[in-house]
């Protein structure tokens, strides 16, 4: 593959190359900055254009737009605490902080680089290990995803800023609301009270959209309404300057390798590995104890982590056929649409087609930085409008976003009604991330939870037993739930005496 | 007494007997009776009472510390934005987007305080008119329309 | 004077709507609904189609998706609807035949007005290329060995990859030797086919081709001209009505449609399918098509209906 990559450079440079990478890139970013935008819509979007378009453009403006709004997502979290994305989530926890201190162009500017570094090391990756990283993938059954899943939940317990209690408490709302719908073994239908509505479950969209933007909308409209002309103080990206980077290099570092890691993994997702490598980031950087006040070291973990995983998803996608994401498996439909067979013998039978997505996500993910900073500079003045038009859009932009999910007009009422709940519960001091998490992350525990139980004939000891990875991650998991109870009850310790 | 009526322990009741109700759901609806890990409801009542269980802490916590809630500047405003989303997310399916949106960007600008009679009537009708236009229109990703026509 | 004019026009839309007018069909654009999302199977498959199919109404027509439940929240949406020709969904056999058996959904069998299907795959029953088992009768007789301990994937209850594993092992007699481990989506189900958790999985032509896998029997009259080797499940043994299996699409408008309007859209469906644009699609996309018209479709879809409820009653749904 790697000889093809010559080949491959030629069919970016040409001015339809170019053209599809910085006008795809350059759509994410804006798409995905708006509230309630997500990559979802924005990829739907586009699709309809990439019908009549060669392979290799077809496929690099998805994946253009796609990084593009992964990227962008982090534009609306920071800025005005709405994310459109669950894997955005983790980063409004600092970078909505930052912002109200008035530090919002630098926040959005370590969201930036860390993006950045986090995108071109997963497109290195990418083109170096595809191989090697698939295999590893394969070893990745049931049971071991479990075990990974559990190490993401305990997250919940690094993001409850506020209260424990009231953050486990929001994290089990979030796993109940997955359980919703058709049981994922049998079929049967749970918590629906026949109204065919609710077969297909709590669309984890609605939710999100509606308990971080509707209700942040309702929160400002309950608080005394802002009489400033500007809602945010924002003039553009402002870049964090290399001095400032003393003592955040090894959280960055170890953010790149887990999302690469956990995007490799069909099926886990950008949110998991954002909310796991926060959860790292606040054990381990020497600014542990500041995050979720504004500290950059919980944007970078976040953001460098949901970057990433796209390289990542791209390894099992492109080296086994089989779909790491939503997004990638429509690239995979879009491939097949091209006359393509995705397959183990995807790479071997196409190297020049899979070389040139390789170089041209590496390419996008070197567009992400002057794209971000000219974009934030013209988007500036747009931001710079009362909280009335502001919030108004919001909840306009939400209802389009939601609604072209699943385009069904249902998803728009449980969105309305997760404003509402989301509302009276941060009133009371709840966290919503963890709500988050649970809801991303519960329907893999109980579906991988119960795999694992029927291969090992009902016996839970056994998913430890002769399977090294899952024990390795369960002691990680005890460990990481053990260690903030521990540090809480030794500074308790330290300040009694 | 005074302490089981503020704001954070009604919220906090509220959810406890959501969390109950649906507990007691699962017992009204049999399901197929396989083995107890595997039944459909295994795992949503074990969420469930570790939702209960928590609530309940939750409540203990609240009745020692005491703590007021965030106050509400106005309420009326409040109330009514709320009731306004509620109503506008749930009748789109209906009366298409554009109706309900022209509708609740006037109340909303006007609760957030926005008075120019001018300004709301031309944001409450360019905003969504730009919305539908780019999708109905332009991306053939049409928005939910209205009874009397499929252009809006 | 201005509100009574707004009046009398919602008034007349009002009243006026009801009234098909079948000679003028279409005056409006035509909405084709995928009931998966965007960028799946069904939906690129419907979007190659809707502009062969615009062209042949001589009107407009665009795709739109209603995700979730299987299918059954579209289907169920569009049942509801006035059946006045503008909107079709396009159903699978699990959408119309196998979930409204198993679901309480509000709609069933003579909820639709049938207009023509579309394509229609046979499916296979495969093994990792690795695997010891080179015929039917080897897994047979490995089961019979060891019981319990080969293990069936699926892309979730009551899917087609479920129901093929099912018709396959219930007719080698099997099934109860055999565990079943549901996935969420055919990608998950085929990486651990791939890496050896499961050993058996079911599915379409395509799908099959996208990993090292090898075919066992194929659900067909006859056997494939890609696989002259792989004999068919009635060869194998396996009797009626589970020896034949096809992942089946069709166009479906609510039922009550005036039959002018259904022989029009009949009628374009035809000559979409037939057209040079939509058969270069079909071979690169690696589509089987399978044109019916409506009348030949509606007694296919209610002898289909009839015969998956016995597939339904051995996956034991």
Redesign the interface.
């Known amino acids: 593959m790697l000889s093809s990559l010559p080949d491959a450079f030629a069919i970016l440079m040409t001015l339809e190359g170019l053209l599809v990478l910085v006008l795809g890139t350059a759509l994410g970013i804006v798409l995905g900055a708006m509230p309630g935008i997500g990559s979802t819509v924005a ?3 586009v ?2 254009f990439t ?1 009549s378009m060669g392979q290799a453009p077809a496929i690099m403006l998805l994946l253009a737009v796609y990084a593009g709004s992964v990227y962008g997502g982090s534009i609306a979290a920071i800025l005005i605490n709405t994310p459109g994305t669950p894997q955005s989530a983790a980063t409004c926890l600092d970078g909505y902080p930052m912002a109200q201190r008035g530090e919002a162009g630098l926040a959005l500017g370590w969201a930036t680089v860390a993006s950045v570094i986090g995108g071109l090391v997963s497109a290195v990756v990418l083109i170096f290990a595809a191989p090697q990283l698939a295999a590893f ?3 990745f ?2 049971i071991e995803t479990f075990t990974l899943i559990l190490l993401g939940m305990t997250c919940i317990v690094s993001v409850s800023t506020g ?1 424990l ?2 953050g ?2 929001a994290g ?2 979030g ?2 609301l997955s ?1 919703v ?11 629906t ?2 109204n ?2 609710l ?3 709590f ?1 984890l969209l609605a939710v999100v959209i509606g308990v971080f933007a ?1 209700s942040e ?2 929160m400002r ?5 802002s009489t400033a002309s500007e809602l945010v103080d924002f003039k553009g990206v402002t870049l964090p300057r290399l001095a400032m980077w003393k003592g955040r290099r090894r959280t960055l570092g170890k953010s790149v390798l887990i999302g690469n890691m956990i995007g490799v993994l ?2 886990t997702g950008a949110a998991t590995a954002a909310f796991i490598s926060y959860a790292e980031g606040r054990r381990s950087s020497p600014n542990g104890d500041k995050f979720g006040t504004g500290e950059p070291d919980g944007i970078i973990a976040s953001e460098a982590a949901n970057n990433a995983v796209t390289g990542g998803a791209l390894v ?1 996608t492109m080296a ?4 790491g994401d ?1 997004i990638t ?2 690239m995979l ?2 491939l ?4 393509i ?4 013998k995807l790479v071997e039978d196409n190297p020049t087609l899979i070389a040139a997505i390789f170089a041209g996500f590496f390419v996008i993910n070197l567009l992400l930085l002057p794209l971000g900073l000219v974009l934030s500079r013209v988007a500036a003045p747009i931001l710079r409008v ?4 502001m ?3 919001i ?2 932009l939400c ?2 976003g939601v ?2 999910v ?5 998803d ?2 449980v ?3 997760a ?2 709940a989301g ?3 941060r ?2 001091g709840f966290p919503m991330a963890p709500l988050v998490i649970g809801m991303v992350l ?2 893999t525990l ?2 991988t ?3 694992g ?3 090992t ?2 016996s839970f000891w056994a998913f430890f037993y002769g399977h090294p990875i899952a024990l390795a991650l369960g002691l990680i998991s005890v460990f990481a739930l053990i260690f903030p109870l521990l540090r809480q009850f030794m500074s308790m310790q330290r300040r009694s005496l | 007494m005074q302490k089981l009526l503020n704001e954070q322990a009604m919220v906090l009741m509220g959810l406890f007997l959501i969390g109950s109700g649906l507990y007691a759901s699962t017992f009204a609806q049999s399901f197929s009776n396989v083995a107890t890990a595997q039944s459909p409801v295994f795992f949503p009542r074990t969420i469930l009472m570790l939702w209960m269980g928590l609530t309940l802490i939750a409540l203990v916590q609240a009745m020692h510390q005491n703590e007021a809630s965030a106050p509400v500047a106005s309420l009326g405003r409040v109330a009514l934005l709320l009731v306004t989303s509620v109503v506008y997310t749930n009748v789109i399916g209906h009366e298409g987007f554009f109706l309900p949106s022209v509708v609740f960007a006037a109340m909303s600008l006007h609760l957030f305080g926005i008075r120019n009679p001018i300004v709301v009537a031309l944001y409450a009708v360019v905003v969504p008119g730009a919305l539908v236009l780019l999708f109905n229109h332009m991306l053939s990703m049409p928005l939910p329309v209205s009874r009397f026509t499929h252009l809006f | 004077m201005t509100l009574q004019r707004v009046a009398a026009f919602f008034a007349c839309s009002l009243l006026a709507a009801p009234v098909v007018a079948a000679d003028d069909f279409p005056e409006r654009p035509i909405n084709l609904i995928a009931p998966f999302n965007a960028g799946g199977g069904t939906d690129l498959l419907l979007r190659g189609f809707a502009p062969h199919f615009a062209e042949a109404i001589g009107g407009d027509a665009f795709v739109s998706n209603m995700a979730g439940g299987s299918g059954t929240v579209a289907a169920s949406a569009l049942q509801g609807q006035r059946p006045d020709g503008y909107q079709l969904g396009y159903f699978s056999i699990t959408v119309s035949t196998i979930q409204p058996q198993i679901k309480n959904v509000p709609y069933d069998v003579d909820s639709w007005t049938p207009i023509c299907s579309v394509a229609a795959s046979p499916t296979l029953l495969f093994t990792n290329a690795d695997t010891p088992y080179q015929t039917a009768a080897d897994v047979v007789e490995a089961a019979n060995a060891e019981p319990g301990k080969l293990v069936y994937g699926s892309s979730g209850p009551g899917a087609m990859t479920h129901l093929t594993t099912v018709a396959a092992f219930a007719g080698l007699g099997i099934l109860d030797k055999l565990k079943h481990l549901p996935f969420q989506g055919s990608g998950p189900a085929v990486k651990e086919l791939t890496a050896g958790t499961i050993q058996f999985f079911g599915d379409t032509e395509i799908l099959m081709t996208r990993g090292d896998f090898r075919p066992l029997m194929v659900f067909n009259s006859e056997r494939l001209e890609s696989y002259p080797d792989v004999p068919t499940a009635t060869e194998t043994g396996i009797k009626a009505p589970l020896n034949e299996l096809y992942l089946w699409g069709g166009l479906f408008a609510p039922a009550g449609l005036e039959p002018e309007v259904t022989a029009k859209l009949e009628a374009a469906c035809e000559q979409a399918v037939a057209s040079e644009g939509f058969q270069d699609f079909a071979a690169t996309s690696g589509t089987v098509i399978n044109y019916r018209g409506a009348a030949e479709f509606e007694a296919f879809f209610r002898q289909q209906y009839e015969s998956n409820g016995a597939l339904i009653e051995a996956a034991g749904l």
Do not use: C
Not at chain 1, 183 to 191: A, K, S
Not at chain 1, 336 to 339: C, D, K, N, P
């Open positions: 990829v739907a979007m699709l309809p019908l993938a394969l070893q059954g049931p209260s209690v009231k486990l408490l089990m709302i796993i109940f359980t719908g058709g049981d994922p073994i049998v079929g049967e239908m749970r918590f009270f026949n065919w509505q077969f297909a479950g669309n509707l909308v309702l409209a309950s608080a005394q309404l069909p099926g099992p086994l056929g089989i779909p939503a498996a429509v439909a879009t097949t649409l091209h006359g067979t995705p397959g183990p009362k909280e009335a038009f919030m108004t859009a909840v306009l209802a389009v609604y072209f699943r385009g069904n007009p249902f728009l009422a969105m309305g009604a404003g509402v509302f009276i519960l009133r009371q519960g329907p109980e579906i939870l119960r795999q139980l029927i291969l004939d009902g």
